[in-house]
């Protein structure tokens, strides 16, 4: 069982969840009345751990993270090999996007730490990726206190931090670790003075009107081609941004449009939207499953059934006009068992917009919908993504 960490000591619990995947894992879940006076009990350190002190701790608890040996409640000691092994076996994740993810998360704690001060923060976590643990980072560079609350899909890489930030020195009254259920997400953001909430589409309904959390939801990734690119080039550039890192981060791109001039026929921007999205399409059906691609590795899921669940409902979003142009099977399954959707590309028809159901589609493998659309069209979808990429412009 991996274990809640609260007040102090790792602490098992009669409320448990089972792992996906064929590990036996379980996860303890915090009630809601054990969180409620958890509050009441414990009041956030009130000295001051200096800055310093504080980067020196989070920079040791790091490299535990990614390569020492750390010993996680319930599960004893665990090393970096344990940790790869345990993330491919639960959430489907390969070694080489651990070590991949790892180095992103350090990059990102690299960044300068806001002044401290004196509140209980709360982080709750995704299932896609371990790279949000940069906000828990933060949040205990900053925060008198911090409350991690882990995926139950994927805890793992939570609770491998929280045992990393303590056996660095961390002081433990300084940090929980509270998997709940969903609806107890509104009472731990209740509890709290700050929140970071990562998730999908329904983050906003999950968190209702409580407080004023840092929503971190649907990112809508989108690519706009500008007119004359050339169609290869193009697909070079998007190939990365649409499959990398498993096609499981806010910031990959879901939506390809293919800006057309004002004077360009209906037609002719068709047929230039096919001539972009046919080579990225053949470039998304190379990308191999199992041994994991060297360039592209995907991610597999470890839900029976989820696989062909996820790919089925691209395929349900389809409008007259539209067809997929990836020539593979939707899902498959793995030599032991693991099964993955392959990446997918849509190609939309004529007249498709901001409003179409696979318009900024986020699912946790590569997917992405090339539509042609006129400037005008194109910043109405751009308009509702966070992550607006250009050809040498950057990332808006």
Not at 18 to 27: D, E, I, V
Request: glycine share 10%.
């Amino acid at each position: 069982m991996v274990q809640a960490f609260r007040r102090g000591a790792w602490q098992s619990s009669l409320d448990t969840v089972a792992l996906p995947g064929r590990s036996g894992l379980s996860l303890a879940l915090v009630p809601e009345a054990v969180a409620v006076a958890d509050r009441r009990r414990c009041e956030p350190p009130a000295g001051s751990l200096p800055p310093a002190a504080r980067r020196k701790l989070t920079g040791a608890a790091l490299g535990l993270f990614e390569r020492g040996t750390v010993s996680v409640g319930g599960l004893g000691e665990q090393s970096a090999a344990d940790f790869r092994a345990a993330l491919w076996e639960t959430a489907g994740v390969p070694a080489a996007l651990t070590g991949r993810w790892c180095g992103l998360l350090r990059e990102a704690s690299a960044r300068p730490a806001r002044e401290p001060d004196g509140a209980l923060a709360l982080v709750s976590l995704p299932g896609n990726t371990f790279t949000c643990l940069e906000s828990v980072l933060a949040e205990a560079a900053r925060s008198a206190a911090v409350w991690v609350r882990p995926s139950r899909r994927e805890p793992l890489s939570a609770a491998r931090l929280v045992a990393a930030l303590l056996e660095a020195g961390w002081p433990p009254e300084r940090l929980g670790l509270y998997p709940t259920e969903q609806p107890v997400l509104r009472t731990l953001i209740s509890l709290t003075d700050r929140q970071t909430v990562y998730g999908g589409a329904g983050v906003p309904a999950a968190v209702g009107a409580q407080g004023s959390p840092d929503l971190r939801g649907p990112g809508r990734g989108c690519a706009l081609v500008p007119p004359g690119t050339d169609p290869a080039e193009a697909a070079d550039w998007l190939l990365p941004l649409v499959a990398g890192d498993g096609g499981r981060f806010c910031s990959n791109v879901r939506t390809v449009v293919c800006v057309a001039d004002p004077p360009t026929t209906e037609r002719t921007a068709a047929a230039r939207a096919l001539a972009v999205a046919r080579p990225l399409a053949d470039a998304l059906d190379a990308i191999r499953t199992e041994p994991a691609d060297d360039r592209l590795p995907l991610a597999a899921f470890r839900v029976p059934g989820e696989a062909a669940r996820c790919a089925q409902q691209l395929r349900e979003g389809l409008r007259p006009g539209d067809r997929m142009l990836t020539r593979r099977p939707p899902a498959v399954r793995g030599a032991d068992g693991a099964e993955y959707a392959l990446p997918a590309l849509a190609l939309l028809g004529a007249g498709a917009g901001p409003g179409h159901p696979l318009v900024g589609r986020e699912v946790p493998f590569p997917f992405a919908a090339v539509l042609a659309a006129s400037p005008a069209g194109a910043a109405a979808v751009a308009a509702r993504s966070s992550f607006v990429h250009r050809p040498r412009g950057g990332v808006r």
